[in-house]
């Protein structure tokens, strides 16, 4: 499986964006799905996951409440709607794919168990 980010961009605090990650081959249904992002100057971080059927998902806490992560595997797509952006949202966000992830936060921000990275696309929000 490739993943293919995309849906950055430069915004004002309070608005929304939604990424996609578009995965190709046969295998992303079975595979765990989050999005990272990391900021300048920073580590990256944690920011959501979701399990292979949708119903399972797990957020850091910066985003909880504001982002949402969804699946279509017809689409072989992942999603991150973000809702009230906040400038310290300004980063660059990576998807990843990992088999036999579940759990809680702390399972699904192990970015070892991640052995499928996309590229990144950059988030901007300015106050």
């Known amino acids: 499986v490739q993943l293919q980010a995309s849906g950055g961009g430069s915004v004002q605090a309070g608005v929304s964006l939604r990424l996609s990650c578009a995965g190709s081959?046969?295998?992303?249904?079975?595979?765990?799905m989050a999005w990272f992002r990391q900021a300048p100057g920073k580590e990256r971080e944690f920011v959501a996951g979701i399990s292979t059927s949708g119903g399972n998902t797990a957020y850091a806490v910066s985003v909880k409440g504001r982002f949402t992560i969804s699946r279509d595997n017809a689409k072989s797509t992942v999603y991150l709607q973000m809702n009230s952006l906040k400038p310290e949202d300004t980063a660059v966000y990576y998807c990843a794919g990992g088999p036999q992830i579940y759990g809680d936060t702390y399972v699904y921000a192990r970015p070892t168990l991640y052995n499928i990275w996309g590229q990144g696309t950059l988030v901007t929000v300015s106050s």
């Open positions: 081959g046969r295998s992303f249904s079975s595979n765990a």
